[in-house]
């Protein structure tokens, strides 16, 4: 059972649309962080959010945290061909990250 | 490059064997974790160590062990393999070892038990 529920499981769009990745738990997290992995390799962090409510923006990629710390999305706006690949969220707690199962993005060209 | 070296990149074994795998962590960093994954269960996370002492515990079996050396690097054994531990097994390493850190992963070391 996964602390951490991320939806939708996997996301196919074209080249040029927005998408919305979101990760949803029953707990609180001190921090939550989003990564990408590309097949063969580890994953890779692309942001970190400790403050409820906050919102990251890198780039084309804006990240939010729930106010309640529970839950956090992921938005991509005139997604690339090169966002392809699978986002994770892990909520932090103590010393530990739990990890959710992933959405796998593919962006056609 | 994550700066975090994993070896063996792939290893295949027989059941009821012993394996050992080898993480060395960035230069500077101090923690090292160790993740399971596999497609059933995602990205599992094992164990945890601070200069070489364990911190935190995840969902490892009796059957695996870590340590961390005093030169930081780590070890991870798996031991009377199944058919069930088939799996990629990926290294991380961070500055201090808290949860706001960036963890920095390894390319990981794919395992098959036959």
């Known amino acids: 059972t996964q602390l951490l529920e991320q939806s939708p499981q996997f996301l196919s769009i074209q080249e040029g649309e927005n998408l919305t990745v979101y990760c949803n738990s029953s707990s609180v997290f001190s921090s939550l962080q989003w990564y990408r992995q590309e097949p063969g390799e580890g994953p890779v962090l692309l942001v970190t959010v400790v403050t409820g409510g906050e919102v990251k923006k890198l780039k084309r990629l804006t990240f939010q945290f729930g106010d309640a710390r529970k839950d956090s999305s992921l938005h991509i706006t005139a997604a690339q061909p090169g966002d392809t690949g699978l986002y994770l969220c892990a909520g932090g707690s103590d010393y530990k990250l739990s990890f959710g199962a992933g959405t796998t993005v593919t962006v056609r060209a | 490059d994550s700066g975090v070296t994993q070896t063996p990149k792939h290893l295949i074994t027989a059941t009821g064997q012993r394996v050992t795998l080898r993480c060395s962590p960035r230069s500077g960093d101090l923690s090292v974790y160790w993740y399971q994954q596999s497609l059933d269960q995602g990205l599992q996370f094992l164990i945890q160590?601070?200069?070489?002492?364990?911190?935190a515990k995840g969902n490892i079996l009796e059957r695996f062990s870590a340590q961390q050396f005093p030169d930081l690097h780590s070890e991870l054994n798996l031991s009377s393999l199944e058919l069930g531990d088939s799996a990629l097994y990926f290294c991380?390493?961070?500055?201090?070892?808290?949860?706001?850190?960036?963890?920095?992963f390894g390319p990981g070391t794919r395992l098959l038990v036959l």
């Open positions: 160590y601070y200069n070489g002492e364990e911190r």
């Open positions: 991380a390493s961070s500055l201090a070892g808290t949860s706001y850190e960036t963890q920095y």
